[in-house]
């Protein structure tokens, strides 16, 4: 085994690489490039403006510049970028002179884009949704500013990496992707076996080949070789090949870079090497790097003739090694969680900031649920739709970060982003509810929506309630999903109030208001939706109060099929259902915490890694419950638990067998030792062995076994934080009877210790720095009491018999849609002479989408509609293909808004690529243990097959054949 970058060998060792190589010379591909974090020690802005150099020396757009001016003067460089916010910051400040001038510079193979997203992003804290979106936003810039394509993933700095990215990347286009993080143990066994190259197949029970794609992890991180940095500030020396100067080097440093040369070709199976040149915002002085790369090809290049180094790009390198033709390891398991050291697992960022991962999430649902009017919009009305939806889009990209998302930027960069996220969000918010007006006449005026999706009544219009002069608010629930019965939520100030409906006829309402008040209310009921449809409903004062009662001697609830009975058992909190009168499972619910570590020696707990004080510490109860009360409802069954640190509420509806476990967190105290606050549900009747089920970003669920990695032989070192794995959907345990899931709405860490337990990690706050570059303590808190913030979260728990057969309404993937996909609601005042009638929108037909299919509609700058559609079953619960009819949802699509269907084009999922370039560009690869079969890139709108966790994407082009439904 051999990680020794400093060599450390004998020339005895050097001289037997030389002479075992088969094929003779070396080909090292120099690839210089930049990795520029869109936010992390300093914000976006002062990133790009160098800014601040107070606290880093950075500034992208002096980069960009230098690097654009050396390509100009020398035809023989190359450079390859990533990061679209900062390229098209400054892109848009450039003469048509020099954007005529990168035109060429891209034609000419000169200057390359990999990745291409806004940001580079994060891969555990991310939503496959919002992933896509972030790719797509980079991509679209780049394809219609400059008609590039790319066609490699560039994920070198996230830490730790999906099975989910590498099926994303394979279907939206890319052939290989590379990155430098992985398990320092699995690196040590890939050296020592040269696997460092290999052929990624995830998901491939489910998606085949077509998301099998190449992947490459590299020698030294994303680095320049030691001794080889020239970026300024490096304490590094550069080439000097004249004689005459007394600091003349050449013949040292040849030699340095010959001997890294060999030990790297020792480690990888072909005779072509990529060897990066570039770092963390690399190339501030573009010239001084160039220069010293040239001298160090040119000497190279006469010194050795079994080594030929010249400038390259990943595309180049890829292509070559292609060429070989040979065959490659293969993986099908991902590489969570990641750890550079004994101590140092990565699974701490899982939680960090739960806040902004929280509002993060809230901007998805809503953007994604408001995009097809905006679409519609954009097509019949006016471009300023798209502009907003565009500005949010690209601002969800750069959230999607590796250093933005995972929590682990500093505090006044966090700040940033939720500012600008928030302007953004309420830009498109707002022109969202100026689209609805004009496009559908629903008889309310003055439209408006709540500040956000837990607004209470005083950031909603509901609050003009308690205005005298109004007697009666009007509600537009819209549901742009598919078909589904479910329950509407709303603030409101009191209970005084009655629900109507379109035809003013009185509906029924579960109303839930504050302990012992009729105020501060949320209204239940239920709405029953046509797909992508709306409904009106009315509050209207009353003089009684119509609110559900609390019982605090309540001990059986019944909602739907499901009876729960609740106990208080010294602080804990004891659930017990039962399903269709069967037996009784229970459930225990505790709040509880591990101390940080944080002693001066050793590795501390911080943004990135979580470490317990204990190796294997038992975490200790962080809030006791001493009282609690429930309410009955037609709809809604609640129970409320009151806490020291925490508030707990329990939801069950009669449409669900899912129940609502939501956490009110007050904020962790202050104090001297850091703490990490866990949901910890036990589940005695399950006996799962060690093993559970966590998902990949979203998507399919991935097989966990305790202590365990399927690759390598493990040792344990870590056995709480070691087995944490990032949750962005939810967790499963179950054994050859029962089932629980449980399921989150908010990037999480968590993991299942003990059979029939799980744990979910939803709140830290450290007070030491965990030395990975931040230089700060994760240290979050209200300037009021200096507690840590305050924290509202969901989970939501089922179990179920593994004999009962299963529908896909009933499908933790449909309760999954239920948490993506809200209602959208929209307020208006109601004038006299009110006439108005429920409109579907899109879909007229309901037999078009299969309940299990679900469909993204976006807009795009050209008019037309991008489309995503997916089958959401996963192979742990349901195995179905379904097949729609794409042609036939365009025209209804058409028919609804008044537009014929001129064409639909199938594309892959970001939109880069035609079905019928798809199968010119994807290579076709050998594996060690079989050869995939190839792909047929065909597409047949009207005959479109999805099988499990499948996404097809296409364009929908209109002309108009009619006045917009807005006259």
């Known amino acids: 085994m051999d990680l020794d970058l400093e060599h450390g060998h004998s020339e005895d060792y050097f001289n037997n690489l030389e002479s075992q190589r088969k094929n003779g010379k070396l080909y090292v591909h120099i690839v210089p490039h930049t990795h520029d974090d869109v936010g992390w020690l300093k914000t976006v802005e002062q990133y790009y403006l160098g800014a601040r150099e107070d606290i880093q020396y950075a500034g992208v757009r002096y980069i960009i510049s230098g690097i654009y001016n050396e390509l100009m003067k020398d035809t023989t460089k190359k450079f390859t970028y990533v990061e679209m916010e900062f390229f098209q910051r400054w892109w848009e400040e450039q003469s048509e002179e020099v954007k005529k001038n990168v035109q060429t510079l891209v034609d000419e193979g000169r200057l390359q884009f990999v990745n291409a997203g806004m940001s580079m992003s994060d891969e555990a804290t991310v939503h496959y949704e919002d992933f896509l979106n972030n790719m797509k936003a980079g991509h679209d810039f780049l394809k219609r500013e400059l008609g590039y394509k790319p066609t490699i993933g560039w994920q070198i700095d996230p830490f730790g990496h999906h099975s989910a990215t590498a099926a994303l990347f394979a279907e939206m286009g890319f052939n290989a992707w590379f990155f430098a993080r992985i398990d320092h143990k699995d690196k040590d066994r890939r050296l020592e076996n040269k696997e460092m190259e290999w052929l990624y197949r995830p998901f491939s029970d489910t998606l085949g080949a077509r998301a099998e794609i190449f992947t490459h992890m590299m020698y030294h991180h994303y680095s320049a070789p030691p001794g080889f940095n020239y970026n300024e500030f490096q304490d590094e020396h550069p080439i000097f090949d004249n004689p005459k100067y007394d600091n003349y080097n050449v013949d040292n440093k040849t030699g340095e870079f010959y001997k890294y040369i060999l030990h790297m070709a020792d480690h990888y199976k072909t005779n072509h090497l990529l060897v990066p040149f570039g770092d963390d915002f690399n190339f501030s002085n573009a010239a001084k790097m160039f220069f010293n790369i040239d001298k160090l090809i040119k000497n190279m290049n006469e010194r050795y003739e079994d080594v030929e180094l010249f400038y390259s790009t990943p595309n180049e390198y890829l292509e070559a090694i292609h060429e070989a033709d040979i065959e490659w390891p293969t993986k099908y398991d991902d590489l969570f969680p990641y750890s550079d050291g004994d101590d140092a697992y990565w699974t701490g960022y899982f939680t960090s900031r739960a806040n902004i991962k929280g509002y993060v999430r809230e901007v998805s649902r809503d953007l994604l649920s408001q995009a097809p009017f905006l679409a519609v919009d954009n097509m019949l009305n006016t471009p300023e739709s798209y502009n907003k939806f565009e500005d949010l889009f690209n601002q969800m990209g750069v959230l999607q970060h590796h250093d933005g998302v995972s929590g682990t930027e500093k505090q006044h960069v966090a700040d940033d982003y939720v500012k600008n996220l928030h302007k953004v969000h309420t830009a498109a918010k707002n022109q969202f509810v100026e689209a609805f007006d004009r496009l559908f006449d629903t008889g309310l005026e003055n439209l408006s929506m709540c500040l956000s999706h837990n607004s209470t009544y005083d950031h909603c219009p509901t609050k003009d309630l308690l205005n005298d002069d109004v007697e009666q608010i009007g509600l537009i629930v819209i549901n742009s999903s598919n078909k589904r019965n479910s329950l509407a939520k709303i603030p409101l100030p009191n209970s005084r109030v009655t629900l109507l409906n379109n035809m003013g006829e009185e509906v029924p309402v579960d109303i839930i208001c504050e302990a012992d008040t009729s105020e501060n209310c949320e209204a239940y009921f239920e709405v029953n939706a046509t797909q992508f449809s709306w409904n009106i409903f009315f509050f209207k004062k009353t003089h009684e109060s119509n609110h559900l009662r609390a019982n605090s001697n309540l001990q059986t609830l019944n909602f739907g099929s499901l009876t729960m009975g609740v106990k208080n058992t010294n602080g804990d909190i004891e659930l017990e259902f039962s399903k269709d009168g069967e037996k009784k499972q229970g459930v225990l619910m ?153 399921l989150n709405e908010r990037s999480q860490g968590g993991t299942c210790l003990q059979d029939g337990s799980m744990e979910f990690m939803i709140q830290r706050r450290t007070y030491k720095d965990d030395s990975r570059g ?25 179990f179920y018999n593994n004999t009962e057969d299963m529908e896909f309404n009933q499908d933790s993937r449909a309760m999954q849609r239920e948490i993506d996909s809200p209602f959208t609601y929209v307020f208006g005042t109601v004038p006299e002479n009110f006439t108005s009638q429920n409109s579907p929108f899109i879909l007229g037909h309901e037999d078009l989408l299969p309940d299990s299919v679900k469909a993204v509609f976006l807009p795009q700058q050209d008019g037309t509609i991008f489309v995503r559609f997916e089958n959401m079953m996963d192979p742990i619960s349901l195995n179905k293909t379904e097949t729609i009819n794409v042609t036939e949802i365009g025209e209804s699509i058409g028919e609804a808004i008044g537009v014929s269907l001129q064409q639909i084009t199938e594309v892959s999922n970001t939109g880069l690529y035609t079905m019928e370039e798809m199968q010119d560009i994807k290579y076709k690869w050998k594996g060690v243990d079989y050869t995939t079969e190839e792909v047929i890139y065909s597409s047949d709108p009207s005959n479109t097959e999805l099988g499990p966790q499948r996404i097809r994407s296409f364009v929908l082009s209109y002309a108009k054949q009619a006045e917009a439904i807005s006259e």
Do not use: C
């Open 590 to 742: 505790r709040y509880m915490y591990y101390n940080s570590y944080q002693d001066i020696e050793g590795q501390r707990s911080g943004a990135y890694i979580f470490r317990p004080s204990e190796s294997d510490e038992e975490p200790q109860r962080y809030s006791s419950t001493y009282t609690y009360d429930g309410l009955q409802g037609n709809y809604v069954t609640q129970v409320r638990f009151y806490g020291s640190e925490v508030n707990n509420y329990v939801t069950g509806n009669i449409f669900t067998d899912f129940v609502e476990i939501k956490t009110d967190l007050f904020g962790i105290p202050l104090g001297f030792q850091g703490q990490e606050v866990i949901l910890h549900l036990s589940f005695p009747e399950i006996q799962n062995g060690g093993v559970f089920y966590t998902d990949s970003m979203g998507m399919q669920m991935q097989e966990r076994k305790l202590g365990y990695r399927p690759t390598w032989e493990f040792e344990s070192t870590q056995p709480v934080s070691e087995n944490y794995y990032p949750i962005n959907h939810g967790m499963t345990l179950k054994d050859d009877k029962m089932t629980l899931e449980v």
């Open 774 to 798: 931040v230089g700060e303590a994760l240290n979050e808190s209200r300037n009021s009491d200096k507690r840590g913030l305050r924290v509202i979260t969901s989970h939501y728990l089922r």
